[in-house]
């Protein structure tokens, strides 16, 4: 017997909440990630300057290095910093994608994708129009990503960094 519709917006409402979770840390905390994400800022830094980037890969990784600087100054302020923020600004995109790594990008967005569905499925446009709108509009992007990928396509880390992400429930 498989979960009903509202087994399924339970467990993505569970899935939302915990990825959107506030970090707070203690000022030993704070100082290793500060220095964890420098780390990243200077890897996405020299990534950019590298011989191996293209243009691309120079603009996913100067964007990654100031979303990183972002973070590293919020934090510095005593902010609060959601744990996605942190992970989005640690991530330092790849030189280079192999085959094998975007066979399995595109096994992940065909995932956030059927996820996407199910999320625009769970919404009436005539109720909720705009989470229904956000739903459709992250599908397509996942299905645009994937097929750009499928067809050998150099895509942007960044855009797909954004194609896998699935809209909150509320």
């Known amino acids: 017997m498989g979960?009903?519709?509202?087994g399924m917006t339970?467990?993505?409402?569970?899935?939302?909440?915990s990825a959107c979770t506030s970090v707070q840390q203690s000022s030993e905390e704070r100082v290793l990630l500060m220095?964890?994400?420098e780390a990243a800022k200077q890897m996405d830094e020299e990534n950019a300057r590298?011989?191996?980037s293209d243009n691309v890969q120079a603009d996913d990784s100067i964007y990654q290095a100031s979303q990183a600087q972002r973070v590293i100054i919020r934090l510095q302020q005593g902010q609060t910093v959601t744990q996605s923020e942190i992970e989005d600004a640690l991530d330092v995109p790849p030189e280079s994608v192999t085959p094998e790594?975007?066979?399995e990008l595109i096994k992940e967005l065909?995932?956030?994708e059927n996820r996407d569905e199910l999320g625009e499925q769970n919404h009436d446009p005539g109720n909720d129009w705009l989470t229904w709108n956000s739903f459709r509009e992250q599908r397509?992007?996942?299905?645009s990503v994937s097929k750009a990928l499928q067809a050998g396509v150099n895509v942007p880390w960044s855009e797909i960094?954004?194609?896998?992400?699935?809209p909150e429930m509320q």
Request: hydrophobic letters at 50%; aromatic letters at 6%.
């Open 10 to 17: 339970f467990v993505f409402l569970i899935l939302s909440i």
């Open 110 to 112: 065909s995932i956030a």
């Open 3 to 6: 979960m009903g519709r509202i």
């Open 35 to 37: 220095r964890k994400l």
């Open 161 to 166: 960094q954004q194609a896998l992400r699935v």
């Open 101 to 103: 790594a975007r066979t």
């Open 50 to 52: 590298g011989d191996k």
């Open 140 to 143: 397509e992007r996942a299905d």
